[in-house]
């Protein structure tokens, strides 16, 4: 559990009169294992708990957090992290409850709750702070997903988009890996807590290394659009890490079921690993600024393409038909363009990519240097017609 009073309750939910944490605290629960586990992920989420924990048994060490939230103090990491689940589990908690806590089933059957000293609450009130709820959860859960990016950029020393680069190494209190087999915590995917005198970049690189387990890590590394932000470029879906994670299915079905058959896989793999190196690293392997451009000209209409493939194809952003058909008709117009594209600058191509590029679809083979095209002198068939050694198998004709 991550809330234990209503005092922290208030901190996210001012105007809530819940007087014992007791009458929410299943909603809590709830909260916490069917919407929060999964955007940390177990490890981190185990290790968020840990730390709560000590919070709870040190001394005054709910009090001294709550302080701290309300005036403002600058916190550690973890204690940050707290205070942006907390108010992911507040109102989604809150949400949760509000249909249930608003009917009374006893012995004489269901009725509608009421209090001496408060009015009754029509459906429409119901429905509109239900409905507030809901948004201020989906908010929260974006702000965590921005910040455990922007840690995880922090802590990263090489290129945070290039999935090459080594993951922060995660420690615990003895100092060794929390990866090591000595440990056992380490074996069950846990991490332990961090201690009060931690080092800020510590904690925030021991947050980073558990989060990169979790299913909502915002770096779809094997993607040529790997992440919201690089999507927010094409398509504007309001920088919603929570929504990117949602469209992730639809982004592989076109990518390799839509993209892939036209360009070929091997050259699409190539323009996805260009795509996650720095510009260094893509001027090493080319012979010439020029190249750099001509890769960076091709990786960008192909995200174009896929974008409004994405547009015309998922059902997770909220577009009008005669939109979603704008859409799908740009996207074969930007698939064709592409391809024309790449046939047109196949010669312009540095080698590693014409390598790649062999194997597609579009690719033209080229006459050997030194002879004309068409010239067919150096002609040698493998079958000859008349030879000694030829055979005709003749079939008898079928009556009408």
């Known amino acids: ?5 209503t005092e922290e309750l208030r901190l996210y939910s001012p105007a809530n009169a819940i007087d014992h944490i007791d009458t929410i605290q299943g909603y809590i629960a709830s909260s916490e294992k069917d919407t929060l586990l999964e955007k940390l992920g177990t490890p981190l989420y185990e290790a968020l708990v840990k730390y709560y924990r000590d919070l709870r048994n040190s001394e005054d060490g709910i009090s001294t957090f709550i302080q701290s939230v309300t005036k403002g103090e600058d916190m550690p990491p973890y204690a940050q992290l707290l205070t942006v689940c907390q108010r992911i589990i507040t109102f989604d908690a809150l949400g949760r409850a509000i249909d249930i806590q608003a009917v009374s089933v006893n012995g004489s059957g269901v009725n509608i709750s009421t209090a001496d000293d408060y009015g009754k609450a029509d459906d429409k009130a119901i429905a509109a702070y239900k409905s507030t709820c809901i948004k201020e959860t989906h908010a929260a859960i974006n702000a965590l997903l921005v910040l455990l990016e922007q840690w995880y950029k922090e802590v990263t020393p090489t290129n945070p988009d290039n999935p090459l680069a080594p993951a922060p190494a995660a420690t615990v209190p003895d100092g060794s890996p929390s990866g090591s ?8 995917g846990s991490a332990a807590a961090p201690s009060a005198d931690e080092d800020p970049a510590t904690e925030k690189a021991e947050i980073a290394a558990l989060w990169v387990q979790s299913r909502y890590f915002y770096l779809a590394a094997s993607l040529v659009i790997p992440s919201a932000t690089v999507l927010q470029e ?5 920088d919603s890490r929570e929504k990117f994670i949602t469209m ?3 982004l592989r079905y076109i990518q390799e079921d839509i993209i892939a058959p036209i360009i ?6 190539y323009l996805i690993e260009c795509s996650q190196k720095t510009d260094n690293s893509v001027l090493a392997v080319c012979a010439s600024e020029k190249d750099v451009k001509l890769l960076r000209r091709i990786i960008h209409k192909l995200r174009k393409a896929v974008a409004h493939h994405l547009e015309a194809r998922t059902m997770q952003l909220k577009t009008t038909d005669p939109r979603r058909e704008t859409a799908r008709n740009e996207a074969v117009r930007l698939t064709t363009d592409l391809s024309e594209y790449l046939q047109q600058h196949q010669p312009d191509m540095p080698e590693k990519a014409l390598e790649a590029f062999a194997s597609s679809p579009l690719y033209v083979a080229t006459a050997p240097s ?31």
Request: charge should be negative.
């Open 181 to 188: 087999s000595d440990d056992s915590s380490a074996d069950s």
């Open 248 to 250: 992730l299915p639809d």
């Open 1 to 5: 559990m991550l809330i234990s009073t």
């Open 264 to 269: 070929g896989e091997d050259f699409l793999d």
């Open 370 to 400: 030194g002879s004309p095209a068409g010239s067919d002198d150096d002609y040698n068939p493998s079958f000859q017609n008349n030879s000694d050694d030829a055979v005709m198998f003749v079939t008898p004709a079928l009556p009408l």
């Open 234 to 238: 094409y398509l504007n879906i309001y």
